[in-house]
């Protein structure tokens, strides 16, 4: 049977009484209580939450079985809700009010930025049903439809590729690693986050090949792998011998596959909006500055230059680590609607 909303206690002591029971917390104890005390000291967000909030969230994300940059975005998600909860005065929230956010928010930014605010309220929601502090207010709350064939970015031609590819080509140890990084971004289809989270020692041999082991999205583990041909390895080698000549850091396994060269993060991996930056830049300078190419137009491209290559689903899933098939068969619908269009055959009829 459904929890029913507490005839007495308002939402805010039911959040007070949650976050100060921290004996309570599954977990192991002290160490438990020492992570919500670390959370809770962390730089605070441009949105004044009232400290039990705060530590409710981070009780809620300390007991979730998220990855960090997860719950990183479900932390400042959850902030805002509850900045749009106090803007509208709302004491004890209701299914009518999960509706009414997800409207507002639907209103307000893109749907598929929508979906990722309503996914992490009715996390929040079915948590604090799971601990019995309060109803799922949110639970039959229908998450946002998504287009499913038409990608958000887009990917390069081939041409737009080489372009791409050629413009960031140069002899210093920034033009190296910007283009190494271009380039594999392009031939394997890697994720930024999954950039960031490469290290040298995740370079391996397997068989007569070379692979790099990846923590993909999501995952907790490297435990998927890129396959790294000739002209994806050669980049990074000559990338890797300017930055052992540089002598400014101690080159091993444990270092980034790529590094900041800015004075303050020398040596450290390069930030996913480092990443990003990089990314627009090359674009930008061989003349593709469109919004809705960016560094994840890299990994689109890398699928679909797979399929144009005569690769099969299965071997293009393999290449984007797609749980699912039919997230693969997207791209194939897109590339064969393409280069099988219709649309030459009435132009068959009507040019001379």
């Excluded at 206690?9 to 002290?30: E, F, M, R, T, Y």
């Excluded at 920034?174 to 289809?189: E, P």
Aim: proline share 4%; net charge positive.
């Amino acid at each position: 049977m459904a929890l029913q909303p507490p005839p007495v206690l308002s939402l805010l002591k039911i959040i007070k009484k949650v976050v100060h029971d921290v004996q309570n917390i599954p977990g192991n104890g002290n160490e438990t209580q020492n992570q919500l005390i670390t959370a809770t000291q962390q730089p605070s967000s441009p949105v004044a939450l009232s400290a039990d909030v705060e530590m409710l969230l981070e009780r809620f994300l300390v007991e979730a079985e998220l990855a960090e940059t997860t719950k990183e975005t479900y932390r400042r998600t959850l902030r805002g809700f509850f900045a749009w909860k106090e803007e509208r005065e709302i004491a004890d929230l209701d299914r009518s009010h999960i509706l009414a956010y997800k409207q507002d928010m639907l209103a307000r930014v893109r749907p598929s930025t929508a979906s990722t605010y309503l996914t992490a309220v009715k996390s929040l929601f079915k948590w604090l049903e799971s601990v019995r502090a309060y109803p799922n207010v949110a639970a039959d709350i229908k998450t946002v439809k998504l287009v499913g064939n038409i990608h958000r970015k887009d990917a390069l031609t081939p041409a737009q590729a080489k372009r791409v590819l050629q413009v960031l080509k140069g002899d210093t140890l920034q033009a190296k690693r910007d283009f190494a990084l271009v380039n594999l971004l392009i031939r394997v289809g890697l994720r930024s986050v999954e950039v960031t989270r490469g290290r040298l020692g995740d370079l391996r041999n397997r068989g007569d090949q070379t692979i790099l082991l990846v923590q993909g999205k999501g995952r907790v583990e490297k435990d998927a792998l890129v396959v790294l041909t000739d002209a994806t390895l050669g980049p990074i080698y000559d990338y890797l011998a300017a930055r052992r000549c540089e002598g400014r850091e101690v080159v091993g396994g444990d270092s980034p596959l790529f590094a900041s060269l800015s004075n303050k993060t020398y040596g450290k991996p390069l930030s996913t909006r480092s990443i990003r930056q990089i990314a627009k830049e090359a674009l930008r300078a061989a003349g593709l500055d469109s919004e809705r190419l960016t560094t994840h137009s890299f990994r689109h491209s890398a699928v679909t230059f797979a399929l144009l290559g005569g690769a099969s689903l299965q071997q293009a899933q393999a290449l984007a680590r797609h749980t699912n098939l039919t997230t693969t068969m997207v791209y194939a619908h897109n590339v064969d609607r393409v280069s099988q269009a219709p649309e030459r055959f009435v132009d068959g009829l009507l040019d001379d």
